[in-house]
C-alpha cells in the first residue's frame, strides 16, 4: 500500500495587533504524520505521542480533517493515519492546525493532488472547529502556505502571501492550560471606534514594516489594543517576560496565538538566545514549568518528505 509522510510546522497567530488575520510558519517545533492508503473502507487514527489524544476519528481533528477530505473527494477510499505530535496540544503555537493541515496536505498527495491549497485549506478548517468552536484560518493558512500570510477575508478564503525580512522567533510555552475556546469567549463583543482605529493602524504598519523590511516599523506596530489586554491577565508572568525581552533587544511581540505561549521577534540569532534566557528566567522564578524555542520563518507550509 502507498503511503505518504509529512512535516507539519508550528505557527504563530494574530503577531498581536492582526487577531484573526496574521499568521507565520515556524521552522520549529513540527508534527510528523504519515497517511497509506488501505484496503479497508473508514479512517484509522494512531498517535505515536504521549498526549492521550483520542484516535477516535470523529474525535481527533486529523480525523474531521481527513472525512471532510475524503467527503468533497467522493470516494469510498479508505485511509490509516500516525501521527506524531511534536507541537504540545494546547500550546498556542498552532498544534491542532499542525493535525489538520498536515494530514490533508499528505492526503492530497497521496491521491494525485485533487485539490488546491484553498480546498485543502477549508478541510482543514473543519478540523479546526473541533478544536476552537471557530473557523479561523490564521494557524492552518500559514501552515499549509508557509511563511507570512494575510487573510484578508475568511469566508471566502482571501489568502495574501506577505514578504518579510529575516527574522528570529522566540517562544516560551509556560506549562499552563488556556483554551482557545475560553480565550475567545472572554473577548469584547464590541469595540470602542478609538481602539479599532489604533488596531487597523497598527495592521497596516506591520504589514508595510514586513514588506519593507523595516525592522523599528514592525517592533512599533506589534502592539494590540483589543486582545491582549483581556487574554494576557490569563498568563502569569505576561507583563515581567515583555518588558524583560524588549530590554533584551527583541523587536516586539506578545500572545502567541490564544496562549498561553508568549512570543517575540528579533533582528538577530543571538538577541533571540538573549530573549530565550530573559524568558526562562521569569518563569523559572514563578516555579512554573517552561519551554522555550528558538526558531526562524519557515519559507515552506506543510512538506512532504518522502512517499
Ligand atoms: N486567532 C486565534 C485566536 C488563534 O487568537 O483565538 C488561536 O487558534
Known amino acids: ?26 521552522e520549529a517545533p513540527y508534527d510528523l504524520i504519515t497517511i497509506s492508503e488501505s484496503a479497508q473502507s473508514g479512517i484509522r487514527i494512531r498517535h505515536l505521542d504521549a498526549y492521550g489524544l483520542p484516535e477516535d476519528p470523529l474525535l481527533n481533528i486529523s480525523g474531521v480533517a481527513l472525512q471532510s477530505f475524503i467527503n468533497a473527494l467522493g470516494s469510498q477510499q479508505g485511509f490509516d493515519v500516525v501521527v506524531e505530535k511534536k507541537i504540545k496540544p494546547g500550546s498556542g503555537i498552532g498544534s491542532s492546525a499542525a493535525s489538520a493541515a498536515g494530514v490533508v496536505v499528505a492526503a492530497n498527495e497521496l491521491m494525485g493532488r485533487p485539490f488546491n491549497n484553498n480546498q485543502l485549506l477549508s478541510f482543514a478548517m ?9 473557523r479561523h484560518a490564521d494557524n492552518l493558512a500559514p501552515c499549509i502556505y508557509g511563511g507570512l500570510v494575510l487573510i484578508r ?25 488556556i483554551k482557545t475556546s475560553y480565550a475567545r469567549e472572554i473577548l469584547p463583543k464590541e469595540i470602542p471606534l478609538k481602539l479599532a482605529v489604533n488596531q487597523w493602524a497598527n495592521v497596516a504598519g506591520l504589514v508595510a514594516g ?91 507550509g506543510v512538506e512532504v518528505l518522502h512517499t
Open 1 to 26: 500500500m502507498r503511503s505518504v509522510t509529512v512535516k507539519s510546522p508550528a505557527t504563530l497567530s494574530n503577531l498581536c495587533c492582526g487577531f484573526d488575520i496574521l499568521g507565520m510558519a515556524l
Open 153 to 177: 477575508d475568511t469566508p471566502s478564503l482571501d489568502i495574501i502571501p506577505l514578504s518579510l525580512p529575516p527574522l528570529y522567533v522566540t517562544i516560551v510555552h509556560p506549562q499552563i492550560e
Open 126 to 134: 473543519d478540523g479546526e472547529v473541533l478544536a476552537s468552536g471557530s
Open 210 to 300: 514586513f514588506q519593507q523590511g523595516d525592522y523599528e516599523l514592525i517592533g512599533r506596530s506589534l502592539e494590540d489594543v483589543i486582545v491582549e489586554p483581556v487574554r494576557s491577565k490569563l498568563i502569569p508572568g505576561f507583563d515581567e517576560v515583555k518588558q524583560k525581552s524588549l530590554a533584551a533587544g527583541a523587536l516586539g511581540g506578545g500572545i502567541s496565538g490564544s496562549g498561553p505561549s508568549l512570543f517575540m521577534l528579533s533582528k538577530e540569532k543571538n538577541l533571540a538566545e538573549k530573549v530565550a534566557v530573559e524568558m526562562s528566567g521569569v518563569f523559572e522564578r514563578l516555579n512554573i514549568e517552561y519551554k522555550t524555542y528558538v526558531t526562524t520563518v519557515a519559507a515552506h
